[in-house]
T-cell receptor, first 110, second 114 residues
Framework: GENVEQHPSTLSVQEGDSAVIKCTYSDSASNYFPWYKQELGKRPQLIIDIRSNVGEKKDQRIAVTLNKTAKHFSLHITETQPEDSAVYFCAAKRNNDMRFGAGTRLTVKP | NAGVTQTPKFQVLKTGQSMTLQCAQDMNHEYMSWYRQDPGMGLRLIHYSVGAGITDQGEVPNGYNVSRSTTEDFPLRLLSAAPSQTSVYFC?????????????FGPGTRLTVL
């Protein structure tokens, strides 16, 4: 089955800096790659997603890039703010099966 | 809309007990799923359903049963609870499983098995 690896497991940045989280996947048939943000004690919420026929997608300060050949995708957050502090999960989906990475705990220091 | 709701929020079981975690959605979503979340392991898919009467296994189905008699409800049954099933359980739903649709998660159920 699909295997998703996510790095780093923890990331600490200064407010205003950029943050990058990287994921790799193993199943070349995966065709949908969402990113979720989970605040402490809360449910995961979708922040951005990308389909396999798109190389890059941007939504304000958040962007995702996908390299299908290398089977990796990345989340980019620019101008980080303290409220960006949370755990971020990447995922890869094939048909009805969604597999998640282990998560990255992002801390934005004011 | 209430979205995706789960009950109970917290539950403590003894080894060997059985129980049902409830999940309901009012968005007329076809696809529903159950995940468990353990520290350092992200979310792992237990079972999913693409519509009433149709269920299938995910990544970690052992020890769990599901059924889908209505579009709205997707309960998860623990047959004989074990300490390894201590986890936070999330139910999720989306318009269609095979399409690029956002999954909406419920608030979660924190289960402890002693």
């Amino acid at each position: 089955g699909e295997n998703v690896e996510q790095h780093p497991s923890t990331l600490s940045v200064q407010e205003g800096d950029s943050a990058v989280i990287k994921c790799t996947y193993s199943d070349s048939a995966s065709n949908y790659f969402p990113w979720y943000k989970q605040e402490l004690g809360k449910r995961p919420q979708l922040i951005i997603d990308i389909r396999s026929n798109v190389g890059e997608k941007k939504d304000q300060r958040i962007a995702v890039t996908l390299n299908k050949t290398a089977k990796h995708f990345s989340l980019h957050i620019t101008e980080t703010q303290p409220e960006d502090s949370a755990v971020y999960f990447c995922a890869a989906k094939r048909n009805n099966d969604m597999r998640f990475g282990a998560g990255t705990r992002l801390t934005v220091k004011p | 809309n209430a979205g995706v709701t789960q009950t109970p929020k917290f539950q403590v079981l003894k080894t060997g007990q059985s129980m049902t975690l409830q999940c309901a959605q009012d968005m007329n979503h076809e696809y529903m799923s159950w995940y468990r979340q353990d520290p350092g392991m992200g979310l792992r898919l237990i079972h999913y359903s693409v519509g009433a009467g149709i269920t299938d296994q995910g990544e970690v189905p052992n020890g769990y049963n599901v059924s889908r008699s209505t579009t709205e409800d997707f309960p998860l049954r623990l047959l004989s609870a074990a300490p390894s099933q201590t986890s936070v359980y999330f139910c999720a739903s989306s318009l269609g499983g095979s399409f690029y649709n956002e999954q909406f998660f419920g608030p979660g159920t924190r289960l402890t098995v002693l």
